[in-house]
């Protein structure tokens, strides 16, 4: 098959073009709104038309939802098929998720069952995967260099979401209303595979919280669902900034961590900041060669498995990982990789693998075999397109 991709600089579009690659089909890569940030939707829509009308493709991707797309493939009766891969995705709101020629693969089974009903026959649920090929090839060219560098006791790559926290950017909230939320956001620190915030808030709240910041800008022609924008984008992303701060600060008190991050690290005295890794070239590596890789789930990613578990498992890394309610489903704890459900927890299994590095080994490779298995990209896309055609 021929497809017509829409790059917009994901992490995962390289991985999928090279899937779908592997797969046999030809990827038309359409590369505008990647290089220029200023891509307007009106040049997006122009520019996709003159090409649809120029040249015959069995179906349009993209990485998340451009309603925009939609709107054109409804147009020229072409299928629109993409892959949500992030949460929040406030796009998902447009009333172009109901068009009949989409076919929107989501991977958190929460916001799945969230906009399923609105278009029960053209949404799917399929979770993330790894570039298997890609991550063999980085790590069988494993130097000494790499060894020396790369690693690590603890290490963790990753934002630690203090830069793009639209939280500390709030200033015209009432002390009492703020403190109702800061009470929400200690509240859901501390529960692990369940996120109850969204339901929590009322519609008197969020009208409160509308009428001192004003509205989240939504598109024409979309759902305005304002308590998912004050539950995700803004109380919830605080609550990662939380969460990732904290346990970071408190692991680095017992523990060497390395951190690579742009993220701003002076109030952890005690990280070993090693600023940005390069995600092609270095980051296989790291997942590999450090004794325990950690993933902090953002909250906004509500039952689904973040990239960063695949990534870890695919790179032969053991991985200690936040619960979230899905994880079962794919893996089996203490066996493919480790689980912590507090910060005493988690603590305390560092601690145990630290000191145990057969067993760490053991569920490593356990964790690689069965990513290798099941989950790579290639066995992804091709999921995706018997479940599409």
């Not at 040249?55 to 939802?65: M, T």
Request: aromatic share 14%; charged share 20%.
């Amino acid at each position: 098959m021929k497809l017509l991709f829409y790059r917009y600089n994901s992490i995962c579009e390289e991985d999928m073009i090279a899937a779908f690659t592997a797969l046999g089909h030809t990827v038309r890569q359409e590369s505008a709104k990647k290089n220029n940030t200023l891509h307007s939707p009106k040049d997006s829509i122009q520019l996709i038309s003159s090409i649809l009308i120029k040249e015959q493709f069995d179906f349009v991707y993209s990485v998340n939802f451009f309603p925009i797309l939609s709107e054109v493939c409804k147009i020229f009766h072409i299928p629109y098929l993409c892959f949500i891969v992030d949460s929040p995705v406030l796009e998902l709101y447009s009333n172009a998720i109901q068009n009949s020629t989409n076919r929107i693969f989501f991977f958190d089974k929460a916001l799945y069952h969230e906009f399923y009903p609105k278009n029960p026959d053209c949404i799917f649920y399929m979770p993330l995967a790894t570039n298997m090929e890609r991550n063999n090839k980085i790590c069988s060219q494993i130097q000494s260099a790499d060894i020396q560098k790369f690693s690590h006791d603890v290490s963790f790559i990753g934002s630690l979401y203090s830069e793009k926290c639209p939280y500390n950017d709030l200033k015209n909230i009432p002390d009492n209303m703020r403190g109702f939320f800061d009470g929400l956001i200690e509240a859901q620190l501390k529960i692990y595979g369940y996120n109850f915030i969204e339901e929590l808030l009322t519609d008197e709240i969020v009208e409160k919280f509308n009428s001192y910041e004003g509205h989240y800008p939504f598109p024409d022609y979309a759902e305005h669902n304002e308590k998912a924008v004050l539950a995700h984008l803004f109380l919830n992303t605080k609550v990662a900034e939380q969460e990732r701060h904290r346990l970071l600060k408190t692991l680095s008190e017992h523990f060497q961590v390395s951190v690579y991050t742009g993220s701003d690290t002076s109030s952890l005295p005690h990280i070993h900041n090693c600023g940005l890794a390069n995600t092609i070239l270095e980051m296989p590596k790291i997942f590999h060669l450090s004794k325990i890789n950690l993933n902090i789930t953002a909250k906004p990613i509500r039952s689904g498995l973040s990239l960063r578990i695949w990534d870890v498992l695919g790179c032969g890394g053991f991985l200690i990982s936040n619960y979230q309610p899905e994880l079962e489903d794919f893996f089996e704890p203490g066996v493919d990789l480790e689980v912590y459900s507090s910060q005493e927890d988690l603590l305390m299994k560092t601690d145990y693998y630290l000191k145990h590095p057969k067993e760490r080994e053991q569920i490593a490779q356990n964790g690689y075999n069965k990513v290798l298995t099941y989950h790579s990209y290639v066995k992804r896309m091709r999921q995706l397109l018997e479940t599409v055609f």
